[in-house]
């Protein structure tokens, strides 16, 4: 009964396809099979060893399996072992022909598969590569571009530079040659106005009292002209600078309205200053250029106001000031308004044609006040009048003792010494001397002066900063520096023609 178990492994194994397990008992049975005189048990184990060599695929070993059952079949049915195998082998010939062709069909559709495939990636693998080559392209031409782009924008930028530092050099080269030239014109022109003073004082005939003063006002005029020009382009170079002085603000506005109303009176108009008992009146900051503000917006409303009033206003809280000044003068059309404020404009040509003046005016105190960080507000109704308005912010002032008259004890026939390298000043500050009384001598440079001090007993040196060979404060110094009491301690009063920083 063991072959039995045997063969029945042999099947079932065969069946679930463990071959390796089929195979031992195949082997096994086969053993025992062969040492008994029974056919059935051998027909048995040739056919379950067909079926697993054809499980197997091995089918040389099933043809020789089949042909072995067939013999020991046709042994027990009688049947003709060479009928049977040439059955088994037509039967096992077609089913290999149909397996063949299976495979064959298999292998062709594998290789059609294979081919399209190899197609499709051939496909992809070339747009990919055009697409990349297309990416690449236009990559490069991108960054041709962007290249040139960036040329250009440098060749620009290095353009604009260029003109930028020309533009800044050509306005400091015209600031530079309008101090100059302001300055060379100035000299003459306070020459002409104190002459002029002097020819006053000598009691003219009325014809030439009248042709001294219109020839006064016209220098005053074009002296006024050139400084707003020397302003405006100090201005534009960014070479001015504000100070930062002690002052008192009551007396600064004073000054400014005083100085208007002679020619207020003249012209029928009322002008006033308004300045609150309770407002601080000394404060910081740079007087001149405020001065030089309240100036100019109270002689446009005295020149363009014919009849009525010229008011200044001033208060504040803390450190914040307000002014305005308000006339009832011819006013300003809406439309003129928003360019008022700029360089050599005004609100018509009518109104230049009627009234004069260069244009400049407005457009420095809009200046002047954007560097002190604030700004000119204007409100103007046509043949009603115009208040222009401004707010600063100051801190508060230290009150200083100020002295207009400086006693020197000097005699009325003291000797001045007038250090001066221009003739016309020379000319005209002698004169002035001389008329109060005062004996004068000059000298051209510091060196003259300390050989003048040698031989005369100067009691007075009017000492000019700029002079050549030696200037003023080296002269200054030198005698100071003097082993002689009397000439070391001699006083000298310095003038000069700057009005800038280094000047003071």
């Not at 006013?331 to 109104?351: H, L, M, N, R």
Request: charged share 20%; with cysteine; glycine share 6%.
């Amino acid at each position: 009964t063991l072959h039995l178990i045997y063969l029945n492994l042999l099947q079932n194994y065969t069946q679930m396809g463990q071959l390796a397990m089929a195979q031992i008992y195949a082997d096994s049975a086969s053993l025992l099979i062969d040492s008994l005189d029974g056919i059935q048990p051998k027909v048995s184990l040739h056919l379950f060893r067909y079926q697993l060599a054809l499980a197997k695929e091995d089918y040389q070993a099933a043809l020789a399996e089949y042909e072995a059952y067939h013999r020991w079949e046709d042994s027990l049915s009688g049947k003709s072992v060479r009928e049977q195998t040439e059955i088994m082998r037509q039967q096992f010939e077609l089913e290999r022909q149909a397996l063949s062709n299976t495979v064959l069909k298999q292998e062709k559709d594998q290789q059609a598969l294979q081919l399209q495939q190899q197609r499709f990636i051939s496909g992809i693998s070339l747009g990919g590569f055009m697409l990349a080559l297309g990416l690449l392209v236009y990559l490069y031409r991108m960054h041709q571009n962007r290249k040139k782009l960036v040329q250009a924008l440098e060749a620009q930028t290095t353009e604009l530079s260029e003109a930028k530092n020309k533009a800044e050099q050509a306005t400091r080269t015209k600031a530079d040659f309008l101090s100059v030239m302001s300055h060379e014109i100035r000299t003459p022109l306070n020459a002409v106005i104190a002459i002029g003073h002097l020819l006053l004082d000598e009691s003219p005939r009325p014809d030439q009292k009248e042709r001294l003063l219109t020839l006064r006002h016209s220098a005053r005029h074009l002296l006024t002209l050139i400084n707003d020009i020397l302003d405006f382009s100090k201005i534009e170079a960014g070479k001015l600078v504000l100070e930062q002085t002690h002052f008192n603000l009551y007396t600064l506005a004073s000054q400014s309205i005083e100085s208007f109303r002679p020619l207020a009176q003249r012209k029928g108009l009322t002008i006033g200053l308004q300045y609150p008992s309770e407002l601080r009146q000394w404060w910081q900051g740079d007087p001149i250029r405020i001065g030089q503000i309240l100036s100019n917006l109270i002689s446009n409303a005295v020149k363009f106001t014919e009849k009525g009033f010229v008011h200044l206003q001033i208060s504040g809280e803390g450190e914040s000031l307000h002014v305005a000044v308000t006339d009832t003068g011819v006013g300003i059309e809406p439309e003129a308004q928003s360019k008022i404020f700029e360089a050599f404009s005004q609100s018509g040509a009518d109104t230049a044609r009627r009234f004069g003046g260069s244009g400049l005016g407005l457009s420095i105190c809009r200046q002047l006040l954007n560097l002190m960080g604030s700004q000119i507000q204007l409100q103007s109704t046509p043949g009603q009048g115009s208040t222009f308005s401004f707010s600063i912010t100051l801190p508060p002032g230290i009150p200083q003792q100020v002295q207009d008259d400086i006693p020197v004890g000097l005699p009325n026939d003291a000797l001045i010494l007038v250090a001066e390298d221009n003739e016309i000043n020379q000319m005209v500050v002698s004169e002035f001397l001389v008329k109060w009384h005062f004996r004068v001598c000059t000298a051209d440079n510091g060196e003259e002066v300390l050989a003048c001090l040698e031989k005369k007993a100067v009691d007075l040196i009017l000492m000019d900063v700029h002079m050549p060979v030696m200037d003023g404060l080296e002269a200054t110094r030198r005698i100071r520096a003097l082993p002689d009491p009397r000439l070391a301690q001699i006083p000298i009063i310095a003038f000069t023609a700057s009005a800038g920083a280094e000047g003071q």
